[in-house]
């Protein structure tokens, strides 16, 4: 008989994800500017320095009135006002306006004291530079309210949050011209295989081109990492053990292929045997056989070989950990049925199709197009099936 790993075997893909986030060294931070920022996670939380708008204003070009004033307007009957001053963007009107009076204003001027509603310019007639004439009441809706953004003191961007575009203008606009990030990880990158060969160079029978380290290094970029490429390593515990000695002082080692169960699996052997293994197999598919271990106090993540696998438990399991952003399922109408398989969650490729996705033609690990032509992982929960008709929950890729 022999005797039970020492290691859990066969986990959940979030218990992968938390024992790879346990093994990861806590990040450090730098203070970058704002130009710099694009992707990085933000290491504190950011409140509004000032508030937004800093004074109810206008949001579009015409005339600041009070709105009680204006009630009666139609085309055919139009109320005169008297404009008695201007307010711009940073030139505010500064007296009062009183009954039957308005101000020209532009958008983005603060309103002035006295007047409460907005006409756009598109409904007013000018009868010379000092008459206005309104063929419709005026609207109180045309108003941006002070704060309506954000207050002063308001905290509005969380720690954790990746920079995007979006967040980098309103960090901006919250009046923060720096923002403390989290220090990118350094992460280590192999692939093996005797069959593996850079793409590019000639391709002997039964040889395949190295896509799986093209595509992890640009997912590894995409979470912000700084990447040491260590090329491609061949399947002997020598190599594998210079290539595993050569990792250290990164935050984390990723390998591809040579976890499984085959004899030639030398990475699973020599971690199991000379490192230390965290858990052995995820129960998912693509991508049962991953491996988390350590090699010198180096956490390993053991990505499969098989390339819609080694892409896809990146997906699932290493980029949540790296990033901290747990997987965010939307919900769609699937329009073909889904196969599930017992003790396995199922990420089965899905193309959309109008509100529905379809099951991507072709399932199997080995097939990369799979992964380019679709656009979404459909999850199919353990030991169940989806019918055609019913919601399911799936991952944008
Ligand atoms: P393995 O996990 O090493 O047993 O490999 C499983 C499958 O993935 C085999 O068909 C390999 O040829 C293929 N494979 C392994 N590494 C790579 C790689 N770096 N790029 C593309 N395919 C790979
Ligand atoms: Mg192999």
Request: hydrophobic fraction near 45%.
């Amino acid at each position: 008989m022999t005797a039970a790993p020492a290691f859990p075997m066969f986990v959940s893909v979030s218990e992968a994800t938390a024992h790879l986030s346990a093994l990861l060294p806590e990040p450090g931070v730098d203070r970058v500017p704002l130009s710099g920022a694009l992707g990085r996670t933000l290491a504190e939380a950011l409140a509004a320095r000032v508030s937004h708008p800093s004074a109810t204003e206008s949001a579009l070009d015409g005339i600041a009135c009070r709105e009680a004033d204006t009630l009666a307007a139609t085309a055919d009957q139009p109320v005169p006002l008297r404009v008695v001053g201007e307010s711009r963007a940073g030139q505010p009107f500064a007296g009062k306006v009183g009954e039957g009076e308005c101000v020209r204003i532009y958008t983005g001027a603060p309103l002035p004291l006295g007047t409460d509603a907005i006409c756009p310019v598109e409904q007013l007639t000018d009868q010379g530079p000092d008459l206005v004439l309104l063929r419709r009441p005026a609207r109180p809706g045309d108003v941006r309210p002070e704060g309506q953004d954000f207050h002063a003191g308001d905290v509005v961007l969380t720690e954790g949050v990746p920079l995007t575009p979006a967040r980098l203008a309103l960090a901006a606009a919250l009046g923060h011209a720096e923002v403390t990030v989290r220090r990118p990880y350094r992460v280590a990158l192999l692939s093996t295989g005797d069959e593996v060969v850079a793409p590019g160079q000639p391709l002997r029978p039964g040889q395949v081109y190295d896509s799986n380290r093209v595509g992890l290094s640009a997912l590894l970029r995409e979470c912000g990492c700084e990447v040491l490429d260590l090329g491609h390593a061949l399947d002997s515990v020598d190599a594998l053990h210079a290539a595993l000695d050569a990792a250290g002082g990164a935050d984390l080692l990723l390998t591809s292929g040579g976890v499984s169960m085959g004899r030639y699996d030398f990475m699973r052997d020599l971690l199991i045997e000379r490192g230390t293994v965290t858990f052995w197999k995820v129960r998912m598919r693509p991508g049962g056989p991953a491996l988390l271990g350590r090699w010198a106090g180096l956490p390993v993540f053991g990505l499969p070989g098989n390339p819609v696998s080694s892409l896809v438990v990146f997906g699932l399991i290493v980029r949540p950990a790296l990033t901290g952003q747990p997987l965010r399922p939307v919900r769609l109408r699937a329009g073909t049925e889904f196969r599930g398989v017992p003790d396995k969650t199922v990420y089965a490729r899905g193309v959309l199709r109008g509100a529905e996705v379809h099951a991507y033609r072709q399932q199997s690990s080995g097939v990369l197009r799979s992964l380019s032509e679709s656009d979404v992982l459909v999850i199919v929960p353990e030991g169940q099936e989806v019918p055609a008709g019913a919601d399911v929950d799936v991952l944008l890729l």
